[in-house]
């Protein structure tokens, strides 16, 4: 029997998982199979992770039978779910298949969790949880993300009551340019509000988003970031190219957040291709 260790909270993240109707495939690939992979292998290997987290693009266009499809896999879970919205999501379809889900006094799928210090130490962390969809009214083909002015007066009242936490920002659209110009075309377009919000508040330690289909991390704005994976299909590295919808079978994968004393780690796990047999030493 595996002895679990408990010096940090553990958050796993599944993004972009694209849910299609029954019989529609995305890269020769039914992204339902593909994230029920995903997660069969997140939960037997990762019992002890405290939540999970879908950040957007949970179907591929927000119709209701794209969540009913998906609502059976998140039912009888082990651990709590925040389901979050993408470009391809429709706020009103997501809440009649998940009405538990957290909405705001504006109606916006977004929701704060407060973790306690990992015991006996660690520090207290804040997740909070963005809802950067852009509408209703929905106009074809725009998949820019949008903060309106509730959306961020209630991030600046997350911000203002985290007291001493440890704050981790989810959002489905990047704040900033990853370098793939189609991508960064449509990315959370209220940035520079959004970043003269939250660099006031030094406890903001990293940003988790969506969308891209690539593992990107790095700095912007002086706040790190990671980007995760779909289960099912990836933006191939064509930097600076100006499409935005252009997509492989490379190996999917979905994130381990470990909060622990030392900082915010993140793992990011290829569950087609992870071995788990342990080699002791090299041949050679
Ligand atoms: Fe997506």
């Not at 470990?258 to 793992?267: K, N, P, Q, T």
Request: proline share 6%.
């Amino acid at each position: 029997m595996t002895t679990i260790n408990r010096m940090h909270h553990k958050i796993l993240v599944f993004t972009d998982i694209h849910i299609k109707s029954e019989g529609e495939k995305i890269v020769g690939y039914d992204p339902l199979e593909r994230f029920d992979t995903g997660l069969k292998h997140a939960l037997k290997h990762h019992p002890d992770a405290d939540h999970l987290i879908l950040t957007g693009d949970l179907t591929h266009n927000g119709r209701p039978d794209q969540f009913a499809r998906l609502k059976p896999l998140l039912a009888d879970l082990p651990l709590p779910v925040t389901l979050m919205t993408g470009n391809h999501d429709r706020r009103d379809t997501l809440l009649e298949a998940f009405p538990d889900q957290l909405v705001t006094e504006s109606g916006h799928l977004m929701r704060v969790i407060d973790l306690q210090g990992a015991a006996p130490f660690g520090p207290k962390d804040r997740l909070i949880c963005l809802d950067t969809l852009d509408g209703p009214p929905w106009r074809e083909h725009h998949h820019a993300g949008a903060l309106c002015r509730a959306r961020m007066e209630w991030l600046k009242e997350q911000l203002d009551t985290a007291g001493e936490r440890r704050v981790s920002i989810f959002m489905h659209h990047p704040p900033f340019h990853t370098g793939f110009d189609g991508m960064d075309a449509i990315r959370m377009m209220d940035h520079d509000a959004f970043y003269d919000l939250v660099k006031q508040y030094p406890n903001v330690a990293h940003i988790f988003a969506g969308h891209i289909h690539r593992t990107i991390s790095g700095t912007a704005h002086g706040i790190g970031f990671t980007i995760f994976k779909s289960p099912t299909h990836q933006m191939p590295m064509m930097l600076g190219e100006t499409g935005y919808a252009h997509s492989v079978p490379e190996p999917g994968a979905y994130g381990i957040i470990l909060l622990s004393d030392e900082g915010v780690i993140v793992h990011s796990e290829d569950f087609d291709e992870a071995r788990r047999h342990a080699v002791q030493g090299y041949d050679d």
